[in-house]
């Protein structure tokens, strides 16, 4: 592929780009009036984020390097079924308003494994974190390389040098300016983004003729033929794979996920949370749409001159930057914006995921063993550290060939294990921590036992049969979908779509930690209802009387460091009173109550 060619205001916009993030990290690093030295502001913004900015923010980090390059993508070789994604997104939100949201705001706590502790145990909380923590790494590493290795072949600059200049921006903005900083340079990069799709997107169709004819194109092709209600699930989309799918994929991302779960508690109530999700959602789709617009507006362009098949590139992701410069090269500042939306979309995912692994790392791991160390310390140190290590491994990547493939895949493979635990300590009261354990663990093997295999087979097989017709008459070649290709020596189960990959793992998560529940079900097992989803605190049982005491309590009820179980104990109260509000749970109502620890819980 020839190389796009970058003139000094290019590189002007690049390099302001990179300049606007660092000044950010500056001003809340160092002039801002907030307290960084307060875990609570650097992780959360003090809980004092407006809905916008925070919305803006998780469409930024959602709006990855692979939804840029590959949604287009996707719709020039496959058709555009991808418009179906609104609906997942909407059964998320609705589940994420009403099961998980309202718990999770109404917590304190630091990370969303904390969750997991006060439901389960310590070891389910370190589980989730450790698989979290692995898949973060593996995709940031992907997220440094992949937009490294694209400016490397535009400005010709060595690899290493880029990876290292690029991370470095990074790492120093979110270690010195914190959640804020996130917050902010998000806001910023997300329109960076934004104006590179539509400007190369009116350009292109522009260039295909105008919209009536791209649509007519895409229409002909085959490529709006989106409802189609095949319940196979080794098709390579359908209404059914998207739909359900996608549901349980989206849910996972932003109902359980510790990036997503933070930046929204970041909010100053539960209502202008609510509404920064809507907000997120349309937006997030409205990127989707565009992305979709953008490879029909491909195949108008080259519908009898298709790029991979002619060679002019070697895979069908480096479509959009064929299509920039094809288009663009005239025109001052395109090719810029274009890198530049490119850094800038890798930036924001990049800061979010240190700034969340800062938090996940050192609430479930570190926190133990500190000592006196400041927090804020401690924080900006593991930034540090995570960015040293993405970024050695980023150098590794390169002689990984498929890995990128492989990471999204366990990337997809995770979320529904990870969905699953959740999903059952919010949903079903009886399920224990030895149970929930088990299940995430079964459904975590078993999803990597599919997964992987089938990474390996697609990429001998493929599923070029369900291509959309694509010719390379300009030199004289046959159409790309012609050949179809036999997929019999690839088992079943490795055919079924990565789509289904978290409704799987939900799915076994849920019915092994059911299982093991049974069998390890202790009596007089209760647990605090407050932990428990709105929508199923009717199933929790009222715990019995201790001790002949009235409902007007004297006393304290204690959980120690760790909540096994919900199990909550009795004390009498020492003197001293201490105000905490007018309901203690369940039906035990009191105007004044004493504690002798930090820790407590609501007795049910």
């Not at 990069?189 to 105008?210: I, K, P, R, W, Y």
């Not at 290590?389 to 979320?415: D, E, M, R």
């Not at 019999?488 to 490795?494: E, G, H, Y």
Request: with cysteine; hydrophobic share 45%; charged share 10%.
């Amino acid at each position: 592929m020839d190389s796009l060619t970058l003139l000094w205001y290019d590189y002007l916009i690049f390099i302001l780009v990179l300049l606007f993030s660092i000044s950010i990290g500056i001003y809340f690093g160092f002039f801002a009036k907030n307290n960084q030295s307060d875990p609570s502001e650097y992780l959360q913004g003090k809980k004092q984020m407006s809905p916008l900015p925070v919305a803006v923010s998780l469409t930024a980090s959602s709006t990855s390097v692979s939804i840029l390059l590959s949604y287009s993508s996707e719709a020039y070789s496959f058709g555009a079924n991808t418009f179906l994604l609104i609906f997942g997104m909407i059964i998320a939100y609705c589940a994420n308003k009403f099961i998980y949201l309202p718990v999770f705001y109404s917590l304190e706590i630091d990370t969303v494994y904390e969750y997991l502790e006060k439901r389960f145990d310590k070891r389910a909380r370190q589980l989730a974190s450790s698989i979290f923590t692995i898949c973060c790494v593996c995709f940031m590493s992907m997220t440094i390389y992949t937009p490294a290795l694209a400016l490397s072949a535009v400005t010709g600059f060595k690899l290493q040098y880029i990876i290292v200049g690029v991370s470095c921006v990074c790492i120093f903005y979110t270690s010195v300016g914190g959640f804020k900083t996130v917050i902010w340079t998000d806001v910023l990069q997300f329109f960076v983004v934004l104006a590179s799709l539509l400007t190369t997107l009116g350009l292109a169709v522009g260039s295909s003729g105008g919209f009536r004819q791209m649509w007519h194109k895409a229409v002909t092709s085959g490529r709006l033929d989106i409802f189609e209600f095949d319940p196979n699930p080794t098709r390579h989309s359908s209404v059914w794979i998207i739909v359900i799918g996608y549901s349980f994929t989206f849910m996972s991302i932003t109902c359980v996920d510790q990036i997503f779960v933070q930046k929204t508690r970041s909010i100053r109530n539960i209502e202008s949370a609510s509404k920064a999700l809507i907000f997120f959602t349309v937006g997030h789709y409205f990127i989707v749409v565009v992305c979709i617009l953008l490879g029909l507006a491909m195949y108008a362009k080259y519908w009898n001159c298709d790029p991979v098949s002619a060679n002019f590139i070697q895979k069908p992701d480096q479509l959009l930057p064929y299509l920039v410069m094809d288009v663009g090269n005239q025109i001052p500042g395109v090719s810029g914006i274009f890198v530049s939306a490119i850094f800038s979309s890798s930036l924001s995912l990049q800061s979010a995921i240190l700034n969340c692994l800062s938090g996940s790392i050192y609430s479930d791991f570190l926190k133990p063993f500190v000592g006196e160390i400041p927090e804020s310390r401690i924080l900006k140190l593991t930034v540090l550290g995570l960015g040293v290590l993405c970024t050695v491994l980023a150098f590794v990547i390169q002689y990984l060939g498929t890995l990128f493939h492989i990471i999204f895949t366990i990337v997809g493979a995770t979320g529904g294990p990870i969905l699953g635990m959740f999903t059952c300590g919010l949903l079903v009261p009886r399920i224990n921590s030895k149970a929930t354990f088990y299940g995430t663990l079964s459904g975590f093997v078993i999803c990597l036992s599919i997964a992987l295999p089938a990474t390996y087979y697609q990429a001998q097989s493929g599923q070029n049969q369900y291509l959309k017709p694509i010719s390379t008459s300009c030199l004289n070649q046959t159409l790309r979908n012609e050949t179809t290709t036999d997929q019999s020596k690839s088992p079943w189960l490795f055919q079924i779509s990565y789509f289904y990959y978290s409704v799987i793992g939900t799915i076994v998560t849920a019915i092994v930690a059911f299982f093991v529940s049974c069998m390890t079900q202790k009596k007089n097992f209760h647990v605090d209802k407050n932990l428990i989803s709105p929508i199923a605190r009717f199933l929790v049982e009222k715990a019995p009387e201790n001790s002949g005491r009235s409902p007007t309590l004297n006393g304290y009820l204690s959980i120690g460091d760790a909540f096994s179980g919900g199990v909550a104990t009795w004390a009498p109260a020492p003197r001293g009173r201490r105000d905490v509000g007018s309901n203690v749970g369940g039906d035990m109502r009191v105007e004044k109550e004493t504690f002798t620890t930090e820790k407590y819980v609501q007795w049910v």
